[in-house]
């Protein structure tokens, strides 16, 4: 299996909306490998406050390009990691 950074190197993503209030932002991806797999591909990241920090939801919205393509999950996973490590690193 491949990493995310190994399969998609470039994406130009277009913020759809943001809402400062309520801590959501949409974005979709408008060029790039991604598109290779997906004819379209959304995002929602939702910020709430959790204890004494805050939760990250990371919500996806995609069409495959075909029925051969697998779900996202790899695209999944390294937000995770990400998210994760970012984490790590505010706590230190």
């Known amino acids: 299996m491949y990493a995310a950074s190994s399969i998609v190197t470039f ?3 277009k913020i759809e ?3 400062e209030e309520k801590k ?3 974005y979709s991806v408008i060029e ?3 598109l290779k797999f997906y004819k379209s591909f959304k995002a929602t990241l939702t910020v709430s406050a959790k204890g004494g ?3 990250v939801k ?4 995609f069409e495959k390009a075909s029925d051969e393509i697998p779900d996202p999950n790899i ?3 390294f937000a ?3 998210f994760t490590k970012l984490d790590a690193y505010l706590k230190a």
Request: aromatic letters at 4%.
């Open 11 to 13: 994406d130009k993503e």
């Open 17 to 19: 909306s943001v809402d």
């Open 24 to 26: 959501i932002l949409s």
């Open 32 to 34: 790039g490998d991604l």
């Open 53 to 55: 920090g805050s939760s």
């Open 58 to 61: 990371w919500v996806s919205e």
């Open 75 to 77: 695209i999944r996973d």
């Open 80 to 82: 995770v990691e990400n």
